[in-house]
């Protein structure tokens, strides 16, 4: 191979890559010579794979590889009172069928025709010059021969495609918001749908509906639907979400709507220290920092514990006799300093009655954001016992607070 004496063809390569794998794995020690060898093989592999394209790839002749990494469907559609597809149809599949039997797309009703009113779709800006070229095909094709009433849909599945392609993002934030461990935690579904031998690449009137597996199902959320767009980064592609849009997830099944056909997957974010942290922080009450939901009952009992210590002191000692010698001592201070100067007592209570409005109004706040915590809990996929807490302390203290400071105090 070296000195250019064998020429490689797809056989060539399959059986060569084949004794490589078998010599790495079945050889305990490597010496220099060894290492060369094998680089020097690999370079010349993927140096012959590089140039080749279609059927030529050995990927595309191995059979076992075939079916490991990918699923390959192509059905004939009748254009006639066209009603939908769900693609592929795993029920008619002859011989052993993929692991993979959910991940699915449904075709609208109006996949073969353009939006009516393509200046106002909302969507049209996905691939503008492939909307414009197909609507004029459409429009001369408006009285299709009888025998051309049947389109070809093919669908393929990329079970290991994503985890080769570049990293590449939509750069408008507007379209896509990239997590700050971006993954993609499903397979890589590609629709094309041809029509009389031209593909369709119009802005569909109505989505079509990807269902996805997830790859993993723990230390994942944030999922975005996301295509590969070749229009962006100067003609080199990348992810992005124009067009797309989740509608339905749980913990291992995420559908998207999109009103275009491409390649599709869908983007999340890894939430390793998410979940770690919940499980130490609140499985271990020593430890340092508490998961939100303590966080939660503790500024609850907070708040109650105060409004009632404030009720004692607010309430009347000769109507409410109270034994205990602290309450004793601070009721008797009140009235110390009632004596002292009389104009006091009424400020005090305006304080008073103040502040009992405000940390009741707090304890049914913290009281109702539990319940929206525990309800979060069973909803949501990622967990939520770690994180920020600005919108759980604006709604437990922050609303209270602006709750009495509108209401008139005029003391008790």
């Known amino acids: 191979l070296y000195r250019n004496t064998s020429l490689l063809d797809s056989g060539h390569v399959q059986q060569t890559a084949a004794l490589l794998a078998n010599a790495t794995a079945h050889t305990q020690t490597f010496y220099g010579s060894d290492v060369k060898v094998g680089y020097r093989l690999t370079q010349i592999l993927l140096q012959h794979e ?37 693609l592929p149809r795993y029920q008619s599949l002859r011989g052993p069928r993929p692991a993979d039997q959910e991940t699915a797309v449904t075709l609208p009703d109006s996949v073969f025709q353009p939006p009516l009113d393509s200046k106002g779709h909302r969507h049209l800006d996905v691939f503008p010059e492939s909307s414009q070229r197909n ?28 985890s080769l392609l570049p990293e590449s993002y939509d750069p408008d934030k507007r379209s896509l918001r990239v997590p700050k461990r971006p993954v993609i935690n499903t397979p890589v579904v590609s629709i094309t ?42 003609g080199s592609g990348g992810w992005s979400a124009k067009g ?12 998207c709507q999109c009103y275009h056909m491409t390649s599709f997957a869908v983007l999340m974010d890894v939430s390793r220290r998410e979940v770690s942290h919940a499980k130490t922080f609140c499985k271990t009450p020593t430890s340092l920092r508490l998961c939100n939901k303590t966080s939660i009952i503790n500024n609850g009992a907070t708040a109650l514990f105060l409004s009632e210590l404030i009720f004692i002191l607010g309430i009347n000692q000769a109507d409410n006799p109270v034994n205990h010698s602290a309450c004793s001592f601070l009721l008797t201070l009140f009235q110390l300093f009632s004596l002292i100067c009389p104009s006091l007592l009424q400020f005090l209570c305006t304080v008073i009655a103040i502040l009992l409005h405000f940390f009741y109004l707090c304890s049914f706040s913290w009281l109702f954001l539990e319940g929206l915590h525990i309800y979060r809990m069973i909803s949501e996929v990622r967990d939520i016992n770690y994180g920020p807490m600005r919108f759980y302390y604006l709604i437990g203290w922050g609303v209270p607070a602006f709750i009495t400071g509108l209401g008139p105090h005029d003391g008790i």
Do not use: Y
């Open 193 to 234: 749908v041809h029509d009389n031998d031209e593909l369709l690449q119009h802005t569909l009137d109505k989505p079509i509906t990807v269902q996805f597996r997830l790859v993993t199902t723990e230390e994942r959320s944030k999922p975005i639907c996301v295509f590969w767009n070749h229009t962006i980064l100067a």
């Open 135 to 162: 609507g004029s095909a459409n429009r001369k094709r408006r009285h299709p021969d009888d025998s051309q009433q049947d389109a070809v849909a093919s669908v393929i599945i990329f079970h290991s495609l994503a």
């Open 50 to 86: 590089i140039n080749q394209q279609g059927f030529n790839l050995t990927a595309t002749q191995d059979v076992h590889f075939t079916e490991v990494n990918s699923m390959i469907s192509v059905d004939r559609l009748k254009k006639m009172n066209f009603a939908g597809a769900k």
């Open 244 to 255: 797309c849009e989740v509608v339905f997830r749980n913990s291992t099944h995420i559908s």
